[in-house]
């Protein structure tokens, strides 16, 4: 059955809200479901991810995180998450490393715009 790019947009765009509203599991399901359709999105995988964290899947939230992290999709917001998924799942040290490492990046982040701001005020 071909979807349409609208069709996985609206599909998408119902998942965020059900994850917004709190209904984590029904989001789990139409973010499962987009990944079948388009395995290649990353937003689908990190929807996944937040959908499985959400709703007590916390093995399972872990699973996706490292494929988004195979697929080189790391920033601020996946270590945070990660982090989240790992403290409760009662490992720790990991959690700190993961935190750790979502501060330095919106850190460095921060500096880095507070140099070009600098530049463009010039």
Known sequence: MAVSARETQVLSQLAYLYLLQGYPERALVVYASLRALEPRVVQHLRGL???????GQHEKALAALDQLALQGAVDGPFYSLRARVLTDL??????RAAMRTCVQ?????AASSTVSNRGARS
């Open 90 to 95: 009662g490992r720790l040290p990991e959690a």
């Open 49 to 55: 991810a937040l959908a499985c964290s959400r709703s």
């Open 105 to 109: 990046l919106k850190t460095s982040v």
